[in-house]
């Protein structure tokens, strides 16, 4: 493990996890083996990390989060509060299914909102958001808007967060950052320079 991490002393680190620079890790949290955080994450209290988890760098994580096994989430991922991963589609008290975990994997800068649970085997797209107590259930494309019982999608939304509203010709503009995007039948892109 590298020390350049700051870790409060209520935290517990399993041996075997790779943690990053500048990466803080609050109260009564715990680190399983075998993790990968990278530089710049923050995670908050009373938050489990299980096996084999990998986070990019800059993961916002808030209190209570649960991350199991097979979960990925790359660079500038944030997680609200109490927000869950499951990993198996069919658990079982007395049947074990360590082998049959299902992947999730959530894009650059997703925001999953608080008490939302993703039902494992679905990955979120890049710079999707969730809302507040959704469900996913199947996969969300790259800058989708969810919410609900089972979660649907709403609308789509900038990399600043912002809803997008589309004119007839598929264009809109973010009205923080003033980023330009197309709507295509294949997805939303960000238009370059």
Not at 8 to 25: L, P, R, S, V
Not at 89 to 101: D, E, H, K, L, W
Request: proline share 3%.
């Amino acid at each position: 493990m590298d020390d350049k991490y700051f870790a409060h002393q209520t935290a517990f680190i399993d041996e075997g996890c790779q943690i990053g620079n500048g990466t803080k890790i609050w109260h009564f949290s715990h680190i399983m083996t075998g993790c990968t955080l990278g530089e710049n994450c923050n995670i908050g209290q009373n938050v489990v990390i299980s096996p084999g988890v990998v986070l990019g760098r800059n993961v916002k994580i808030q209190n209570n989060v649960s991350i199991y096994t097979g979960v990925s989430c790359d660079d500038d991922v944030f997680l609200g509060p109490s927000c869950v991963f499951t990993n198996v589609i069919n658990p079982r008290s007395a049947v074990n299914r360590q082998g049959s975990y299902l992947k999730t994997h959530v894009g650059k800068g997703a925001s999953i909102g608080a008490n939302a649970t993703i039902v494992c085997g679905h990955d979120i797209g890049e710079y999707a958001f969730v809302g507040a107590g959704s469900v996913v259930t199947k996969t969300i494309k790259p800058y989708a808007l969810v919410v609900g019982n089972p979660a649907r999608q709403i609308g789509w939304i900038s990399e600043y967060g912002h809803r997008l509203q589309f004119d007839a010709l598929g264009k809109a503009i973010c009205t923080e950052s003033g980023e330009h995007y197309t709507m295509t039948d294949s997805g939303i892109y960000k238009v370059q320079g």
